[in-house]
């Protein structure tokens, strides 16, 4: 009898074991954590932006021509995905506290496992500390280092750290022998930091800074006395760093004062200030970005990145020229390869899959292995020539190889 009553018992464990082992394999498949199936769930993405403007435009429209893929093609493995955007615009600025009560809002009501908090470096700043408490995954789009400075987990960069790209522009400053430079710059987060870590590059690699000067007003004659101080000081070179716009008015007002040195600028120029610059006044303007706009889709030369131009345009009519266009294709194929790589759409699987990540990106490889929470570490150097191209640079090599009678402007070239 006793035995009996052991065999049953026996029997009986084996029958609630299996019944565990079922349950949690149910739990598992309704989580959708790993299993590779996810129909039936939502994955939700934030957006924090300026709806109303160009930029908040673009934004939305790169988002949404992804998740009408994904849902029509079920390439999330099978999850359908929705945008949830908040406009942060306070008189016809982007508001902090406006973007925190958004992105509190994401969190608590939405319940975004993605958000995004726009491109300007001080919102994300203000509104990291949230996003990485509320363990969404945040990617943010902007330039300065500071808010990746923080040790926020949860919080990625899609574009190129300023820091970064330094050691590019004082290497190229080196290898064209510029050894005095003149430093313009706004007073934005940025471009402050920009600022700083210019002066710090190039004392370190043997550079004279020789003046700096703030640009207190970026159009109109508000921006004279800064010009002239500068060229009065007689640099090899010009670094500028200002909010994207500006760049134009600097570039211009450059040139209508007699300099015919090179300039360079500390992010990419569209192709609406190259027009209004000018073929003639544009020729020796340097970037070292890892983007470069381009008024027309077949002046790119990147399959890559053309194959992401001509699918915009196939949806929306019209080729992007602002740099957030490839910044925010990088952050959407970052959701993807993060949901593909996690099989699921919880955050925290699709932050603990992101550290294994490395993928084409339109600037080169996103490699998230480094462990930084960034992908980028370098740029390019690419030149206007003045050749009546609009938004389409040559890279620095090969316009080193350019006869040099095209090279209307003065180096110090060796």
């Known amino acids: 009898m006793k035995k009996a009553i052991r065999f049953v018992s026996m029997i009986l464990c084996l029958v609630l074991l299996c019944c565990c082992l079922s349950s949690c394999g149910q739990k598992k498949e309704e989580e959708g954590n790993g299993d590779g199936d996810l129909s039936g769930k939502t994955l939700t993405i934030g957006l924090v932006s300026s709806l109303a403007d160009n930029t908040g435009k673009l934004h939305q429209e790169v988002i949404n021509l992804f998740i009408d893929k994904w849902n029509k093609e079920g390439t999330l493995y099978g999850a359908n995905v929705k945008l949830v955007a908040y406009d942060n615009l306070n008189n016809g600025a982007q508001d902090t506290e406006m973007s925190i009560k958004c992105v509190q809002k994401l969190l608590s009501s939405d319940h975004a496992q993605v958000i995004i908090p726009g491109q300007l470096s001080n919102i994300i700043q203000a509104v990291g500390g949230l996003i990485n408490d509320g363990e969404a995954v945040g990617i943010g789009l902007g330039l300065a280092p500071t808010w ?121 120029l569209m192709t609406t200030e190259v027009d209004s610059i000018g073929d ?25 990145v053309k194959s992401c131009l001509q699918e915009f345009y196939d949806k929306y009519g019209y080729c992007p020229v602002d740099d957030q266009f490839y910044k925010m294709w990088d952050a959407m194929l970052l959701v993807q390869n993060a949901v593909l790589a996690a099989k699921s759409v919880d955050a925290a699987d699709m932050q603990k899959a992101i550290s294994t990540l490395k993928f084409d990106g339109t600037a080169g490889t996103m490699d998230f292995t480094k462990g930084s929470n960034e992908c980028y570490y370098g740029a390019r150097a690419w030149v206007y020539t003045g050749q009546g191209v609009g938004g389409a640079p040559v890279a620095l090599e090969d316009w080193l190889t350019m006869d040099v009678s095209k090279k209307v402007i003065i180096t110090k070239q060796s």
């Open 148 to 268: 990746m400075e923080q040790g926020w987990e949860y919080v990625y960069r899609t574009a190129l750290n300023n820091n970064f790209q330094i050691p590019s522009v004082t290497a190229t400053m080196n290898s064209l022998n510029q050894k005095n430079i003149a430093i313009l710059y706004q007073n934005t987060d940025n471009c402050l930091t920009f600022r700083d870590s210019i002066k710090a590059a190039a004392i370190e690699d043997g550079l004279n800074v020789v003046a700096e000067e703030m640009l207190a007003d970026g159009s109109g004659t508000g921006i004279t006395g800064q010009i002239t101080s500068v060229i009065n000081s007689d640099p090899d070179t010009i670094f500028v760093t200002a909010m994207g716009g500006s760049f134009g008015t600097v570039v211009k007002q450059l040139r209508q004062s007699g300099y015919k040195g090179m300039i360079y600028i500390g992010q990419i």
């Open 280 to 304: 003639e006044e544009v020729n020796g303007v340097i970037m070292c970005s890892p983007y470069v706009s381009y008024e027309r889709i077949e002046d790119c030369n990147n399959d890559f």
